[in-house]
């Protein structure tokens, strides 16, 4: 992804964070990790760009794509259908495994906005301080706390990625 790339996320990031918390350099660092340079095949067909699952509250489309979690410290893969779906109920109709089925977003917008809610609404990223941060590297220990992924090096990549991106993180309104 090129600096202006990043600096065009990092401007709808900070739209998209306004008022939140959150910080919008948390937004396009998480974005460059789950979604990677490129952009995942999740990010590109379903604008989730951040890997949120379709759990049993979600009632909006999914899409059923292949994914990797660590379970017990294992890695482990199960494999999608690569559908979208109108549900969840859809998904599973169709013998979607439950683990590969993720939120489908109908714009960039939407899955920016739908960061900031998913997060909002779940008590437990309150409950880890993720509003609490004072930056984004105690904003990501936070979502790591949380539990946001499975990977046990979810911290560490998080850091990285934010230290290789930072110098394209600004944003000035015309």
């Known amino acids: ?69 660590f379970l017990d410290g294992k890695r482990v893969t199960f494999v999608g259908t690569n559908k979208i779906y109108n549900s969840r109920a859809d998904a599973i109709k169709d013998r979607a495994p439950q683990m590969t089925l993720f939120r489908f977003y109908p714009t960039r917008e939407a899955g920016f906005r739908g960061w900031v809610e998913f997060l909002q609404r779940n008590k437990r990223y309150t409950d880890a301080g993720v509003f609490r941060a004072k930056d984004p590297i105690e904003q990501f220990a936070a979502l790591a706390r949380a539990g946001y992924a499975t990977d046990p090096r979810y911290l560490e990549k998080l850091t990285n990625v934010y230290n290789r991106a930072k110098g394209f993180f600004f944003w000035r309104q015309s």
């Open 1 to 69: 992804m090129s600096p202006e790339e990043i600096r065009e996320l990092y401007k709808f990031a900070t739209i998209a964070t306004e008022g939140s918390r959150l910080f919008p350099a948390t937004l396009v660092t998480q974005l460059l990790l789950e979604s990677g340079p490129r952009l995942s095949q999740l990010a590109r067909r379903a604008n989730n760009f951040f890997g949120i699952k379709a759990g049993t509250t979600w009632t909006g489309p999914v899409i059923s794509m292949t994914t990797a979690e």
